[in-house]
C-alpha cells in the first residue's frame, strides 16, 4: 500500500480538498486498495470539525464527496506511516520539515511539484470567498493527475 498524506494549516479547507480529489481519481482508476489516503493540519484549532462548507460547495460542482473528512493535526507518527507527506504551501511544507525525524525515508514536497500546470503554493482560502476555493480546486486538479501518474509510474501500479 502506497499511503499519502495531504497537510495544510488547518485540515478544513486546502488539504481535505486535496484529499477528496485525490481519492476520487484514486477510486475511478479502481486502486483503492492499493493507494491510502489521508490529511492532516499543522495547527489544533479545527481538529474533530468537518471540512469547510464552501470547500464542499465547491467539490460538488465536481462531483467530488468530502463530508466524511475530520481534521486532525499531523504526528510525528506520521512520517512513519506515509511515504508521501506534501504540503500546500511553503509555511506548510517548513512545519514539516521541522518535525521530521532523521529517520524518515519517505517523500516531503509541495503538492504543485506534481503539478505540469503551476508550480508554488497553493493560496489559503480561509479568509477569502468561493473563488477562492474554486482557484484551490483549479490548482489540486492537474496536481492530483500528476501525482497519481508518479506514483503509477514509480510503483508500478
Ligand atoms: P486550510 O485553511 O489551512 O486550507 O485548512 C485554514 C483554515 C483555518 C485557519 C487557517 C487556514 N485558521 O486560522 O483557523
Given at each position: 500500500m502506497v499511503r499519502v498524506l495531504f497537510v495544510c494549516l488547518?485540515?478544513?479547507?486546502r488539504s481535505p480538498s486535496a484529499e477528496a480529489v485525490f481519492r476520487d481519481l484514486v477510486a475511478r482508476e479502481g486502486l483503492e486498495g492499493q493507494i491510502g489516503t489521508d490529511s492532516a493540519g499543522t495547527?489544533?484549532?479545527?481538529?474533530?470539525n468537518p471540512p469547510d462548507p464552501r470547500a464542499q460547495q465547491v467539490a460538488g460542482r465536481y462531483g467530488i464527496a468530502m463530508a466524511d473528512l475530520r481534521a486532525r493535526q499531523v504526528t510525528t507518527r506520521d512520517f512513519a506511516d506515509f511515504d508521501y507527506i506534501l504540503g500546500m504551501d511553503n509555511s506548510n511544507l517548513a512545519n514539516l520539515h521541522r518535525l521530521r525525524p532523521e529517520s524518515h525515508a519517505g517523500h516531503v514536497s509541495l503538492?504543485?511539484?506534481?503539478?505540469d500546470a503551476a508550480d508554488g503554493e497553493i493560496p489559503?482560502?480561509?479568509?477569502?470567498?468561493l473563488s477562492d476555493y474554486e482557484a484551490v480546486f483549479e490548482l489540486l486538479l492537474p496536481a492530483a493527475r500528476g501525482l497519481l501518474d508518479h506514483i503509477r509510474s514509480t510503483h508500478n501500479l
Open positions: 488547518g485540515n478544513i479547507c495547527g489544533a484549532w479545527h481538529i474533530g503538492m504543485l511539484d506534481f503539478s489559503d482560502p480561509y479568509y477569502g470567498d
